[in-house]
């Protein structure tokens, strides 16, 4: 039994997804609305105490960190390995993940959220949103949706953020022009981390990605976009990023899965 | 193989802890972080984080200590250091990962409040030869840490050691009933708590007994001190 409970196929609701899609396993998607705050209401705190999404659980364990449960994904389950051979390999995969979680998705996390969900709490009864926040568990997260809901967050963070994401760009380009992947010569697990941060980038911030700027990252992202693993898990989302990873497509001039 | 490392660095004596378990010999180059010896020039050209430990062998130089433990298993699988299957192996990583994020930032607040650390007016010059958010850190540690920031610290560093206790409930080591790199990355930071005032739970100061009584972690015993040094940067966002 292998039940994924998660949002969409985006960050790290997207992982689990990804994963599974490249590797062909069967798995019950239990879709969480987000928007809805579903992650943080009784039925799903039931599973994940901590109101975090992904929850991923195998026959009775669970799992919450979305980057461990993509390694023990790669090592429980059949199907094409995720991760290189060499130790060294696996060492630079996994230190390219752990700079994606610690410093790129949360730095994009903070930019799109504030552009795209801050915005939606104007106006709102500041009572009912402390109601809200009450019911989030971890206290790290409440201070993000605090921020949030009151349009709280510094400029200048913002601001670090934006620089964060061009060094990362520049920084994925560069390794792209010695690698066909992220972490070698084999696609990996690295490619799935920054993959579902990054899959729209081309569009939402194509003055910085593009095929001038950075054309290794544009051959990685058609070469990334082009797989049916990838393209099947990002099929799965309800409405928005399903639509938006469609544009994508069309933007890097890619046909659809099975239409090649 | 050459180990970077410094005495007072929890970071560091994971790594020394995991080549003495796997019995691999390795050159020794100590800094004194005390003295900013990581953000010297000489250093930078070895880690442009600044950062300890690093291990250099013929080809690679690698940080970032959990991922240099995954490495040195792989290198040399035996003893089995990662776990027995993958449920162990998800829950070392798990605590490696959890280290990083909810331990070792809060940690190194919390060490530099209590020892009243400051940056050495010597030192700051060699402060902008860093990445820009290391940079930052050091100079928000010089500026000091407020009240708000002190008890956001102490409340994650006091939540940790919960956590702990409640996965040790289901064995003797942190992933379960076999001594990993979970435990081997865990340590070194947990040992520090009742030196700064923050008390564990029954079953985490029974492990911490269980974790010093290995001969790897009695040889380098006298690193384990708290140092006034900064850790990885503080979640910014969630």
Known sequence: ?260 | MRLHYAPGSPHSAAVRIALAEKGIEAELHKLDLARHEQHSRQYLAVSRHGMVPVIEDDRHTLFESFFILEYLDELQPDPPLGGNDPRQRYLARKWGKYVETHIAPHLAIARWAALQGKVSDGAVPALANLLPARCELWLRAKRGFDHEQLSVSTRALLTAADRLAADLADGEWVAGDRFTLGDIAVYPHLVQFSALGLAVPKAVEQWLGRVAERSSVHAIRADLFPLAVMGPEPGRWG
């Open chain 1, 1 to 260: 039994m292998l039940d994924v409970y998660s949002w969409e196929p985006n960050a790290n609701s997207g992982k689990p997804l990804f994963c599974l899609h490249e590797k062909g396993v069967p798995f019950t998607y239990h879709y969480i609305d987000m928007d809805a705050h579903e992650h943080h209401a009784p039925k799903f705190l039931a599973i994940n105490p901590d109101g975090t999404i992904p929850a991923i659980v195998h026959d009775g364990f669970t799992m919450t960190e979305s980057t461990p449960a993509m390694e023990y994904i790669d090592e429980a389950f059949t199907g094409p390995p995720l991760r290189p051979a060499s130790p060294f390999y696996r060492w630079k995969m996994r230190v390219l993940l752990r700079y994606m979680d610690n410093v790129v998705a949360p730095s994009l996390a903070m930019i799109a959220s504030n552009s795209h969900v801050a915005p939606g709490f104007i106006g709102h009864d500041p009572a009912e949103l402390r109601k809200k926040l009450d019911r989030i568990p971890l206290p790290e997260r409440r201070a993000t949706w605090e921020k949030l809901m009151f349009q709280a967050t510094p400029p200048r963070e913002i601001e670090e953020s934006q620089r964060r994401v061009s060094d990362a760009i520049v920084r994925f380009n560069a390794i792209l022009a010695k690698h066909e992947w992220l972490a070698g010569d084999s696609f990996s697990l690295a490619d799935i981390g920054v993959f579902a941060c990054v899959y729209a980038l081309p569009l939402s911030l194509e003055n910085e990605v593009n095929d001038k700027a950075t054309p290794n990252l544009m051959r990685w992202q058609r070469a990334c976009h082009a797989r049916p693993g990838l393209q099947a898990a990002l099929a799965m989302g309800q409405g928005f990023i399903t639509q938006r990873a469609a544009e994508v497509r069309e933007r890097l001039g890619l046909a659809e899965a099975g239409h090649a």
